[in-house]
């Protein structure tokens, strides 16, 4: 025993100090606590099941998919869902105009969104993150510089600034992405750089700096991990918007391109057929709408449940 | 209130250059030059392409084709279509009020759906009814409209056949110069049926269109409202006496309307964008559609000045909503 620790127990302080077994369990009642909050919300719950059913599809897509998501059969042209007239149980969903089965290409389907809404929601996260703590802390003129840079993408229409982007950039899922995650981006900068600037007058901070701890340790590791409730939450409707706005760019032609099997690309592929064939339009925008519900949903659980302000309202 | 109205004039300022750095960026970002892009597929010989280049100032520092850029602007000279040759603001403007028409629609149904839902929600907390908005209210919000649109296509004009496909009146109705604003000009005009049938085009699109604005203002208020229902003085003016009807209309709802009204401001841009969507399934000749039309046929000089066109009118009405919030929020104009 160093005689710091010996004049701390005598002072009865050193009982209060948590060892790091004492954190490891601090931090497990966190995530606890966070349980409970969040499987009070029922919607929350169904809205994680859901999403959670839709990524397993995603993964075991080649395994549960009945046909080829490309494969074209002339001879089963635009054929009706099996509960209707003239369809089939082996195309439980119907065929598009060129005889590919439905089913399959939503299956598939499943994971571009869930790729576009991963890939994106990183890309925003980091760069969001970082620049909006870059902006938080160090302040002044690059704050102030960088906040303008912000205010000018949010000038824009989101969609119409990505379709922009996509013209500029050629047409394709990639480049869709990028212009997405671009135009979803100032909103994590703005929301690291609030809280950074509201926790970097508290005294943990301070006391950090006191230390020692370098700016970079600092703005990771003491102030960062203070701020990410309502970042996790933004990320939770980027992932949703990320989705529905790459599912927009592939209606309007600008995101994938055909043949590939995305919600909103093949939705732009059954436009022509919509007053004759209601399923091959009905079922891409129901897997569009069902994932970023429960998506939607998740997201407003863990507000409730992250945000204590708003919680118990 | 005029410093106030000066402060919030000068952020401006900034924004707009940058917003103009973008839109003059967005032309020279493309693959290959101005000149080439004029002249599509035909092929030029170096010489010529080299004068035209010279002629249009293509081959001048960046920094002065930009001042020269900005100039034009600020002398309303946003570039001239490739297609139709037009001037930009010219067709914009000439567009424009079928968006406008369409997107006040829009707003009056989200408005008008959205404000009494939220109120309603808040005041039976936990009820069915607050169970049962709250639901519709998320998925609208979740909804993908360019779906939601063909859907309410194949109910209304393919199975029951109420309305239209697309367009904005029927063919038989002409209006030779009218203001732009189809039920205005249908009125106006005196001639049978033409009101009803701009009706029965316009309420599709516009129910479409404030599909997502109708969710978030439902929300919205059901959230403010909650929060103004917790304060004290809504509870001194209940132990009052006074009726539920009276607490919630007269003194809770004037509260809870302050931030309300700036979700309706915020939702332009989310209009505009929508737009996009909207006119482009049901064929509406507006500003959406326009753009939509302009990136594919390559005509970006219109894209150009339309994205710059857009982002000063939704910056013009974000202003008009921070002045709007000044005036009804007493505590903002006394800061």
Request: with cysteine.
């Amino acid at each position: 025993m160093s005689h710091i620790e010996a004049q701390e127990a005598a002072e009865g302080v050193g009982a209060d100090i948590p060892t790091r077994r004492a954190k490891r369990s601090v931090r497990r009642q966190m995530l606890a606590e966070f349980w409970s909050y969040f499987s009070e919300n029922r919607g929350a719950l169904v809205g994680l099941v859901v999403f959670g059913l839709v990524v397993l599809i995603a993964f075991a897509a080649p395994l549960i998919a009945p046909h080829s998501p490309i494969a074209q059969n002339r001879d089963a042209l635009l054929v009706p869902p099996f509960w209707q007239d003239g369809g089939s149980t082996a195309y439980l969903l119907g065929t598009d105009a060129v005889g590919r089965d439905i089913l399959s290409r939503l299956i598939y389907g499943s994971q571009y969104s869930l790729f576009i809404g991963v890939l994106v929601v990183v890309i925003a996260v980091t760069v969001g993150i970082a620049v909006g703590l870059i902006a938080g802390y160090v302040g002044g003129w690059l704050d102030t510089a960088i906040m303008r840079v912000m205010d000018v993408i949010l000038a824009f229409p989101s969609l119409l600034l990505a379709l922009v982007l996509v013209a500029v950039l050629g047409p394709g899922l990639v480049n869709a992405m990028i212009a997405i995650a671009l135009v979803l981006q100032p909103h994590f900068v703005r929301l690291t750089r609030a809280s950074v600037m509201a926790e970097k007058q508290r005294d943990y901070v301070t006391a950090a700096r006191v230390v020692g701890a370098s700016p970079l340790r600092l703005m990771l590791v003491t102030i960062l991990p203070n701020c990410l409730g309502p970042l996790i939450v933004q990320a939770t409707l980027s992932f949703s918007n990320a989705i529905l706005d790459a599912a927009a760019l592939g209606f309007l032609g600008m995101g994938a391109q055909p043949p590939t099997p995305e919600w909103g690309t093949m939705l732009a592929e059954a436009r022509e057929f919509i007053l004759r064939a209601w399923w091959v339009v009905t079922f891409p925008g129901l897997a569009i709408l069902i994932t970023v519900l429960a998506i939607n949903l998740v997201g407003d659980g863990l507000r409730d449940a992250l945000d204590p302000k708003l919680k118990r309202s | 209130m005029q410093r106030f109205l000066l402060s919030r004039i000068a952020v401006l300022i900034p924004t707009f250059i940058g917003v103009s750095i973008v839109a003059f960026s967005f032309i020279r970002l493309l693959p290959g030059d101005p000149v080439q892009l004029m002249s599509g597929e035909r092929v030029m010989a170096p010489e010529r392409h080299a004068a035209i280049m010279h002629q249009l100032g293509y081959d001048r520092p960046i920094v002065i084709q930009y001042l020269d850029y900005l100039w034009g602007l600020l002398h309303g000279d946003f570039g001239t279509s490739i297609v139709t040759k037009r001037g930009v603001v010219g067709e914009f403007f000439t567009l424009f009020p079928a968006t406008v028409e369409l997107s006040l629609c829009a707003i009056v149904i989200a408005v008008a759906l959205g404000i009494p839902a939220g109120v309603i929600a808040a005041a039976k907390r936990g009820s069915w009814f607050d169970q049962g908005v709250m639901g519709a209210a998320l998925v609208g919000y979740s909804m993908p409209i360019f779906w939601w649109g063909l859907l309410l296509i194949i109910l209304f004009s393919s199975v029951l056949k109420l309305t239209p496909v697309s367009g904005r009146i029927g063919y038989e109705f002409f209006f030779t110069n009218g203001t732009g604003f189809m039920l205005i000009d249908a009125l106006a005009s005196g001639q049978k049926g033409a009101f009803a049938s701009a009706v029965s085009h316009l309420i599709l699109p516009s129910v479409v269109l404030a599909t997502i604005p109708l969710a978030v203002i439902a929300r919205q208020t059901r959230s403010a409202m909650l929060e103004v229902l917790g304060e004290d003085y809504v509870r001194t003016a209940r132990a009052k006496g006074l009726s539920t009807y009276r607490v919630i209309g007269l003194h809770a709802l004037r509260n809870a309307l302050i931030p309300v009204v700036t979700t309706i401001g915020l939702q332009v841009g989310v209009l505009l964008a929508g737009a996009i969507l909207t006119e482009s399934i049901f064929s509406w000749p507006g500003i959406g559609k326009w753009m939509v039309d302009s990136v594919f046929r390559r005509d970006y000089p219109v894209v150009q000045g339309g994205l710059l066109l857009i982002a000063m009118m939704i910056m013009i009405v974000n202003l008009v909503v921070d002045l709007l919030y000044g005036v009804i929020n007493p505590r903002v104009r006394a800061r």
